[in-house]
């Protein structure tokens, strides 16, 4: 009875009631935000609980239904493609979509089921990493379950796609490395590095935040120590390896060290630095969060003061200099790979799931300037600030929530017809070519996804864009036809321009088109002139 007691009050140590209440409610509350996205109707029907928002999942799904199958990351029967730009997904997707298949469950529920599962955590890394700065845990409440409302974030929970996986694994490589878990740090960065390619930054960024500041201790001049020898392969040697180990599978089917979607979405003509490009980038996408819409001057603010503090409270260990230049060094990044024009051009969820896992990181800085804050408004005894102060506290609070409703609510309605767009075009063409297109034939097609998921296995499929077909990328699609000479071409309407003959088939269209690149799909038959 007395061993029973102590192995209890070891547990309840490890674990405080106080850290459970928090994951308890945190998870509540995802769940319910994101049943809201599932059971949203505002396309009509159920298409937020049965589709998915995206045809990028479907590649996804091409290539984790090609590993559960045939043990190998193939797009077209036997022939492997460097079209993943999300290797551990695909493999986290390829066990779930084995264990969906036995028990009936939907490839879209696959998706989007691990990505949920991957989502419950984020508000836990974000509790625990407010903690660790030992700010009060009712800041950690705040910061947590804010994270678990916040529009982007809620939407990328039920979207199927691996941004719950990036945000929930750079947390916890941030929480880890504060901790000076240094073996667990470098297992968490190596599986930054394979979930997106931008992780080898993040792994960059968090691996020197715990060696820099031993290199700034040191008493004797030497190239590397020992130490720093030591924790440099824990940190490093996984990333080395599994990063390693994609790039050279890159290689050897494309001669390119990265995925082939680098090639096909980074904008070259952006150059290395793009100051107008890196303005619109920030002012669009701030447009399209929830505490900043309305008051973006007062939340910028508050944002900038967390960062400060955070320089200056860390200044001699720099262990916040990670939670820093993360969100800084991936904006820019983007800035240079992606060409953004207008506050609303191309904020779409295709382009926001690059930028929505900093997230976390934004609100964390953000909780930090509300403290640092509110403790120096508390210190001056001005009458005026006696009053101010509590009456500036409840307006933010009110204009956060009321955001997040408001966004929220946009956010569902999106999620539903970029759903509808998927199902109505995509899947129905797909699912139409795979009742109705038996048999060996080349099809040309331009959305890659759906389209090859559910057509004929033995149909080869290219890929015009160069998503999944190397040989594509930067090709015009005359040229394209000219050397595969394709029997049948998936496209959009407006790519139907003339240069070649065709017989339409089949075409599917969507009633608003809100993520697709045209909202009419069409099949045709290519027809040999003389």
């Known amino acids: 009875m007395l061993e029973t007691k102590t192995k209890w009050e070891r547990w309840r140590q490890a674990l405080p009631w106080e850290h459970v209440r928090f994951y308890i409610v945190a998870t509540l509350v995802s769940l319910v935000v994101s049943a809201l996205y599932l059971t949203g109707d505002a396309a009509g029907s159920d298409w937020a609980w049965k589709g998915l928002p995206l045809d990028d999942n479907w590649i996804h799904l091409v290539y984790a239904r090609s590993l559960a199958e045939n043990g190998w990351f193939y797009y077209n029967p036997g022939v492997a493609e460097a079209g993943m730009s999300s290797p551990l997904w695909v493999v986290l997707l390829a066990l779930v979509y084995k264990i969906g298949t036995f028990l009936g469950v939907s490839p879209q529920w696959c998706a989007k089921g691990l990505s949920l599962f991957f989502t419950l ?24 379950l804010l994270v678990a409302c916040e529009p982007n974030l809620a939407y990328g929970s039920v979207a199927g796609m691996e941004v719950p996986l990036f945000s929930l694994l750079t947390l916890g490589a941030l929480l880890s490395s504060w901790r000076k878990k240094e073996i667990l740090t470098g297992v968490l960065l190596g599986l930054l590095v394979i979930t997106r390619g931008e992780g080898v930054l993040n792994a960059l960024l968090i691996g020197a935040g715990m060696l820099v500041p031993l290199y700034l201790r040191r008493k004797r001049v030497s190239i590397i120590t020992k130490r720093e020898r030591r924790i440099a392969t824990r940190l490093f040697l996984p990333p080395l390896i599994l990063g390693g180990a994609w790039a050279i599978y890159n290689y050897s089917i494309s001669g390119q060290w990265l995925p082939n ?10 150059g290395i630095i793009n100051l107008t490009n890196l303005w619109n980038v920030l002012r669009g996408y701030f447009h399209h969060l929830a505490m ?18 955070a320089i200056y409270r860390n200044r001699t260990t720099l ?20 060409k953004v024009q207008a ?32 403790k120096e408004m508390r210190k001056r005894r001005e009458r005026w600030l006696v009053i101010a102060a509590p009456v500036i506290v409840v307006l933010c609070l009110a204009v956060g929530v009321v955001n997040v409703v408001r966004l929220n609510e946009y956010f569902i309605e999106q999620c539903s017809w970029n759903a509808r767009n998927i199902e109505e075009v995509d899947v129905a063409m797909g699912r139409w070519l795979g009742e109705n297109l038996q048999g060996e034939t080349i099809i040309g097609l331009t959305d890659a996804g759906a389209v090859r998921f559910f057509s004929d296995p033995v149909n080869k499929v290219i890929d015009f864009p160069g998503l999944n077909c190397w040989q594509c990328i930067g090709r015009p699609m005359s040229e394209l036809i000219d050397e595969y000479q394709p029997e049948y071409l998936v496209v959009f309407r407006q790519a139907l321009d003339g240069s070649f003959s065709y017989e339409e088939i089949m075409n599917f269209k969507t009633e608003r088109n809100t993520i697709l690149g045209g909202n009419d799909l069409v099949l045709v038959r290519l027809v040999q002139t003389e």
């Open 121 to 144: 955590g984020v508000p836990i890394v974000v509790y625990h990493l407010v903690l660790a700065l030992r700010l009060r845990s009712r800041l950690a409440w705040i910061a947590g």
């Open 261 to 270: 979607s680098y090639y096909v979405k980074h904008y070259f003509g952006l």
């Open 292 to 309: 900043f819409q309305g008051f973006l001057f007062l939340f910028s603010v508050i944002l900038l003061v967390g960062a400060g503090w």
């Open 319 to 338: 262990k916040l200099l990670p939670l820093l230049l993360i969100p800084l060094v991936q904006v820019y990044a983007f800035s240079i790979n992606i």
């Open 343 to 374: 506050v609303d051009d191309p904020w779409t969820y295709f382009t926001r799931r690059y930028l929505d896992y900093l997230l976390p990181m934004i609100v964390i800085l953000m909780v930090l300037g509300a403290d640092f804050l509110w």
